[in-house]
């Protein structure tokens, strides 16, 4: 040796840094979880402004991976040049305060600064998410005293991370969200942050956390109650809202992440307000005779508008609805004014499995109205799952779904190819300019209703129903629905590329 008496040590040992085993795994699996706590919240949080699509989803998780990888690196990298004692407290304690903020800042951006929203959102994870995975690798430094325990201490704590980040997603996703607002968890946490902050910095350094931390959090709690976008009611999957209407004082509006859902008139369900919702009761009023009950079937749920039209206008009908989100499902009952005597048993399931449930040929009718923000579910467009809704009908049976597009028309082309694929006879209801009936002009998106069935559509009857709710709406079918298609590809299971074919909103050259 040259001169060393024993191996190569970090600076002191984990007594004189106040800083034990126990206390070693808790700051790595604390932090670690906080990450994904963070990454999950931030996805409910954003969904009101961006959508809950797979380009949002891939966007946030993106961004937490590479809080992720700059906070290991950089917080490695600075634990080997600066005492690491001094870096836990601060990283604990500002990402609590900028966690307990992130309410509140990005839903003022969302609704004030809305060009900078990414911007925004994109520190709001990033922030918090680098100096929390920072703590691993200080915590490290702090418990390596010989090269002869490298690899024990290193696999020790890497793998405790990676279950207090298995813990907080698991958590996160099946207790916190189902039972806090969103808000409610962020500032919870940056509390718990900020205190762990004073606690470590009491244990290795012998003072607390600056109160100008404390105050951040309060600060973040007080103005989440007066910032913009706030919700009545955070379910499992939505922030919802129930909107009167000031020319109609039994009229209530369904908001789901800041999109108009569900119009339902508590008084009088024949009131149907929004257009499609029309075109949906022209199309069923048209296909069975006046006043017949149905057996009918709802994929998605929403403010329940077409189960109420049916069990007032086909008295005896019996729908019954899939809704995934039971938080809906009792706003519909406590809001809404939804009667158990009212022939509609509603289900807080996932429609895909509801419908592989129901017996074959047991439906006269199949309604799809389920919407994950302004699309419809990836898995409800399928051959496969079409197949599976005309399993279900009885041969006389209709299909009718509500789509959401504009622009090209990409995804509502594909949806109708896979409609062609799957039924005999197929319709599409919408606005000419949108359906390829006026090519003189641009189409401009929106809603189209698509009919689907083994026996003809009543084009003639259909049209005249929607001629006398003044919908503006025509049909189209045969030869001109083919050339609408184009070249458009069937969705299947196992290639249904459903939000990269969507423009959920018109371009400013279609307005």
Not at 112 to 125: E, F, N, Q, R, V
Request: some cysteine.
């Amino acid at each position: 040796m040259t001169g060393s008496s024993s191996s190569p040590v970090a600076e002191g040992t984990p007594g004189n840094y106040g800083l034990g085993p126990r206390a070693a795994v808790v700051l790595v699996f604390g932090s670690s979880a906080a990450v994904l706590v963070v990454e999950i919240v931030a996805l409910r949080l954003l969904a009101p402004y961006l959508g809950l699509t797979l380009e949002t989803s891939t966007l946030v998780i993106g961004i937490a991976l590479t809080a992720i990888a700059v906070g290991s690196w950089l917080g490695g990298r600075i634990a080997d040049q600066v005492d690491p004692r001094r870096l836990l407290g601060p990283s604990l304690g500002v990402s609590g305060a900028v966690v307990a903020l992130t309410p509140a800042v990005l839903r003022t951006t969302a609704e004030w600064a809305p060009a900078t929203l990414l911007l925004i959102a994109s520190l709001t994870i990033l922030v918090p998410g680098a100096l929390l995975s920072a703590v691993t690798p200080i915590v490290t430094k702090l418990r390596l005293t010989s090269l002869a325990e490298t690899g024990t201490v290193v696999g020790r704590l890497s793998g405790v991370g990676t279950v207090g980040a298995i813990v907080g997603t698991v958590l996160t996703g099946f207790v916190l969200v189902s039972r806090l607002p969103v808000s409610g968890i962020l500032i919870g946490l940056g509390a718990l942050l900020v205190l762990g902050s004073a606690v470590v910095e009491w244990r290795t350094r012998g003072w607390s956390s600056p109160p100008a931390l404390t105050l951040v959090v309060v600060v973040g709690g007080l103005t989440t109650t007066v910032a913009p976008g706030g919700c009545d009611t955070e379910t499992k999957y939505h922030c919802v809202r129930v909107v009167a209407d000031p020319d109609r004082d039994s009229g209530r509006t369904l908001v789901l992440d800041g999109l108009r859902h569900s119009y339902v008139d508590v008084d009088d369900p024949t009131v149907l307000e929004f257009e499609y919702v029309r075109a949906i009761a022209s199309a069923v009023d048209a296909a069975f005779p006046e006043g017949e009950p149905l057996a009918a079937y709802h994929l998605g749920g929403g403010g329940l508008t077409f189960p109420r039209y049916l069990a007032a206008t086909r008295p005896g009908t019996r729908s019954l609805v899939s809704e995934i989100d039971s938080g809906v499902v009792r706003i519909n009952r406590d809001r809404l004014g939804l009667s158990s005597k009212a022939g509609i048993d509603v289900r807080a399931e996932d429609g895909r499995l509801g419908l592989r449930r129901l017996d074959t040929g047991s439906r006269d009718l199949v309604v799809g109205d389920a919407f994950g923000g302004v699309s419809v579910p990836w898995h409800l467009t399928t051959v496969e799952a079409m197949t599976d809704v005309r399993r279900v009908l009885d041969e006389d049976g209709l299909y009718v779904a509500n789509l959401i597009d504009h622009g090209g028309l990409a995804f509502a082309r594909a949806e109708v190819a896979t409609l062609s694929q799957t039924f005999e006879h197929v319709a599409l209801v919408g606005e000419p300019s949108d359906i390829g009936l006026d090519p003189t002009a641009t189409p401009e998106g929106g809603n189209l209703v698509v009919l689907a069935s083994d026996r003809p559509v009543g084009l003639r009857a259909t049209q005249k129903a929607l001629d006398a709710r003044r919908t503006g709406w025509k049909i189209v079918t045969g030869d001109d629905l083919t050339a609408w298609i184009g070249d458009a590809q069937p969705l299947t299971d196992d290639y249904a590329p459903v939000d990269q074919l969507l423009q959920p909103y018109s371009s400013p050259s279609s307005q």
